[in-house]
């Protein structure tokens, strides 16, 4: 079956650093998402990216946060100045158009 | 705005006992309805979604009923096991809203032999 791909699984960062989370969607979705849990707490709500551009995006998704789909395959989430309040567990999704999401195994960031 | 209130938990039950997670939600459109399973250290699962109106879902003896007229998606299992111990996510997805997902706050679910 089809998968979400979430590159690294964990990656530790200090504060102030940029880091770039890397997704591979699978290949014919047209829809994707990045989506934030912060340890213990509810899964939040990114970002949306449909046809090389940002659909919606939340409070949360501040200046600090971009996403790009570099090359068809690739859709990353980069921070540009990492803070501790940063240290959550991102979720990659992507999804055809009529049909359910299919969510990453996620990357653990921790900002030191 | 969309939006999914769970149960709080963390609710902790006896093997074979029976196992109710409330969940009600508020949209704006006719949404699809979800829930997800996050196993200890790992992603999320898709457990089992509904469509529509009176639709039933249903998985690995989970199920849950998509009531319109209640705003509500319980989900229920008639006897938990041990390996049923998780954070459960109510969800929607409304086709008002760009089918963007929204996630209730999750339930731990423990599980004691």
């Known amino acids: 079956e089809p998968e979400v791909t979430q590159t690294p699984s964990h990656q530790v960062t200090q504060m102030g650093q940029e880091v770039i989370l890397r997704c591979v969607p699978i290949?014919?979705?047209?829809?994707f998402y990045w989506y934030r849990q912060i340890l213990g707490q509810k899964v939040e709500f990114l970002v949306s990216?449909?046809?090389?551009?940002?659909?919606?995006k939340s409070e949360i998704f501040d200046d600090q946060f971009s996403v790009e789909r570099p090359d068809g395959s690739n859709f990353t989430l980069k921070i540009r100045s990492t803070k501790l309040e940063d240290s959550a567990m991102y979720f990659c999704?992507?999804?055809?158009?009529?049909?359910?999401?299919?969510f990453g195994s996620g990357t653990r960031l921790t900002v030191v | 705005g969309d939006s999914v209130t769970q149960m709080e938990g963390p609710v902790t039950l006896s093997e074979e006992a029976f196992l109710t997670i409330n969940c009600t939600y508020t949209?704006?459109?006719?949404?699809?309805l979800f829930w997800y399973v996050q196993y200890p250290g790992e992603g999320l699962q898709l457990l089992l979604k509904?469509?529509?109106?009176?639709d039933k879902g249903s998985n690995k003896g989970f199920e849950a009923t998509y009531r319109k007229e209640t705003t509500s998606f319980h989900l229920e299992k008639g006897s938990v096991q041990v390996s049923d111990s998780a954070v459960y996510f109510c969800?929607?997805?409304?086709?008002?809203?760009?089918?963007?997902?929204?996630f209730g706050a999750g339930t731990r679910l423990t599980v004691k032999p």
């Open positions: 999704a992507s999804r055809p158009e009529m049909r359910g999401y299919t």
């Open positions: 290949s014919n979705h047209l829809y």
């Open positions: 990216f449909y046809n090389n551009e940002i659909s919606e």
């Open positions: 949209a704006t459109g006719y949404p699809s």
């Open positions: 509904a469509t529509k109106a009176d």
């Open positions: 969800a929607l997805s409304d086709p008002l809203n760009n089918n963007d997902m929204r």
